[in-house]
């Protein structure tokens, strides 16, 4: 068999082969607590499921313009509008098969072979494969300081003749850093000047906690979105927990939403008729599931990083949004997969390394889960990393055996 070089240099996802060894072991029977687990336990909002399920019922399920329904276009204008203070105009947006497709959407329509991406780690997994993917180089800064949070200087360094666009995804995944006004408003007003696109992931906005907001990049350009550098990229995976329904958007210059429409028009057409119509639902239904979201993932970031404190030597910036924390585990071991193979065979908790984020020797830890299940998975973690503590347990009648790192 031969696969293309470039197929080849594209690594398996770390989140998603995680969640299969997850599943297998429980499809065994083990008591496995996933804590790499990117997705709230809430169900959809009723809106979103009454909407589809009509949808769905009257039979008619063909074929969407490829950039989505005019009715859910709509709905998305009137978000933007609410979050952004801009007013886009249809042609600015287009519909795709969750966040991940927009985003190689919009890589595929900026990047020629040799471009450069600036990413920011810990930056988000998917993000230099997807780079890769369409022959582009990624560029990855680190905050020198040891914060999650970039400085500009750091990024300007970085820049070259070849640098074609920067990702910036605030809140942060994985670390739950919000970017500050102060950084937002620098790196719009670099990028504008540049003429480098800057690409906002910002679809964990509505996730922010201690009374803090996303800051909306489009209040500091001058420019229209037409002739703005600025391309937004939005989704209801996270804002409502609607990550099997698989919509995403952009927002940005018509004239490359007009490309990226030809982009998906030749490769996956529109998204599902029936998942438009549900994310429709939830942008036109009421609005209160997303703040009994955001107050639930709030309470269980404030349990986590409680339970973070009982680890000897483990120092955990407080996000300020996702569902996300990055733990700095360097203290018991330095490679970070390995750590997290060690947890997974020994303590049953799945983690996912910092390597793939850019930070080795961090772990992320998710909190979008049960707050009993997340601090049953730190109490385990606590027990295999203890080197004075049982060398045995029992979780139910299965015996967790540790031997050391
Ligand atoms: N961007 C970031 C930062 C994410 O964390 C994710 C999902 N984990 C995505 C994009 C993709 O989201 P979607 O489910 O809409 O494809």
Redesign the pocket.
Known sequence: MTVSRLARTIRESA?LRLNEEARILREKGEPVIHLGI??PKNKAPINALLVSAARLSSGDVKYTPTDGTPSLKKAIIRYMEEQYDRLPAPENIIVS???????YNILFTLIDPQDEVILLAPY?V??PEMVKMVYGIPVIVVPEDGTFHPRMEEIERAVSSYTKAIIV?SP???SGILFNEAFISEIVEFCESKGIYLIL?D??QKLVFDGLRAVPAYRYTQKDIDSSHLIV?N????LYGM?GF???WVTGPRKLVEVMTNIQAQTTSNPSVISQAAAEGALMGVQSVVESLRLTIQNNRDVIMQELQSFNGVYTVKPQG?FYCLPDFRAYEQDSEKLSQFLLRKALVVTVPGAEFGMQGYLRLSYAGAVKDFTEGLERMKWALDPEAPNEIYIGDRKLVRDWL
């Open positions: 989140t990117g997705e098969t969750g966040a991940k497709q927009s985003l988000w998917s993000y995804n942060n995944n994985p992931d679809i964990y990229v989704g209801v995976s996270k990550t698989r919509i995403g996702t």
